[in-house]
């Protein structure tokens, strides 16, 4: 079956520090792949997407992923985080295009990041 | 300026009511989806929609019911069969046969 987990459901970090956000799929083949930022109680924010070519994407307010098929793997990476950056990250996947690509995304239950002073 | 709105932003209704939710769009999308949020469970898929007078069942759709008369609105009833309504309800759309979705601010609904 199609999945995705983010096995920390809950990250502290200092400002200033790095961080990595991991995220594991299980998909018949290679999915498009993308990174949501979600403050309280707001909506998602699209951070970066990965469809095809180079491995490393960059996003939004200095993030960036790299896909690595071979774990299966789309960890999400920034250098040096600021206060702004606490919130939920949720890792999604979605089918590849085809006549039944129905577009439809498929997220891990999402990581919290608190960020210290 | 696009995007995508939904109101109401904060919902109450009494058990056993029927509620419909509106999810507006301008970006000139085909497709539409709604996805409920609960916390520790991520997002998951009630009904999606791939053109007008179309629409699918998602993977929790027991409950609710949705229409698509007009490609710009998709609105989402949760029914009093719902069982445990009170969630973060959000709307989404994207363009046919494309997999990033926009999202809208949400609806939290509390059914008390």
């Known amino acids: 079956a199609q999945s995705v987990t983010q096995p920390d459901i809950h990250i502290t970090v200092s400002e200033g520090a790095s961080l990595e956000l991991r995220c594991n799929y299980s998909?018949?083949?290679?999915?498009?792949l993308f990174w949501y930022v979600q403050s309280p109680g707001q909506g998602l924010q699209l951070l970066l997407k990965?469809?095809?070519?180079?491995?490393l994407v960059q996003g939004i307010k200095g993030f960036e992923a790299e896909f690595k098929r071979s774990q299966s793997s789309f960890n999400l990476r920034k250098p040096s985080v600021h206060w702004s950056d606490a919130a939920e990250y949720f890792c999604?996947?979605?089918?590849?295009?085809?006549?039944?690509?129905?577009?439809?995304?498929?997220f891990g239950q999402g990581t919290t990041l608190q960020v210290k002073p | 300026d696009g995007g995508i709105t939904q109101s109401p932003k904060y919902l109450f209704r009494k058990e056993g009511q029927n509620v419909t939710l509106s999810c507006e769009q301008n970006?000139?999308?085909?497709?539409m989806y709604w996805y409920r949020q609960d916390p520790g469970q991520g997002l998951r898929l009630i009904y999606y929609?791939?053109?007008?007078?179309?629409?699918q069942k998602g993977d929790i759709a027991e409950g609710y019911s949705v229409s698509r008369e007009k490609k710009e609105s998709f609105p989402l009833t949760v029914t009093s069969a719902q069982k445990n309504p009170t969630a973060f309800y959000l709307c989404?759309?994207?363009?046919?046969?494309?997999?990033?979705?926009?999202f809208g601010q949400g609806t939290r609904l509390t059914v008390v």
């Open positions: 929609s791939q053109i007008v007078n179309d629409f």
């Open positions: 989404a759309s994207s363009y046919r046969g494309g997999a990033e979705a926009f």
């Open positions: 990965y469809f095809s070519g180079d491995t």
């Open positions: 998909y018949g083949a290679t999915p498009y």
């Open positions: 999604a996947v979605g089918p590849l295009g085809s006549s039944s690509n129905t577009g439809k995304l498929i």
């Open positions: 970006l000139n999308h085909d497709a």
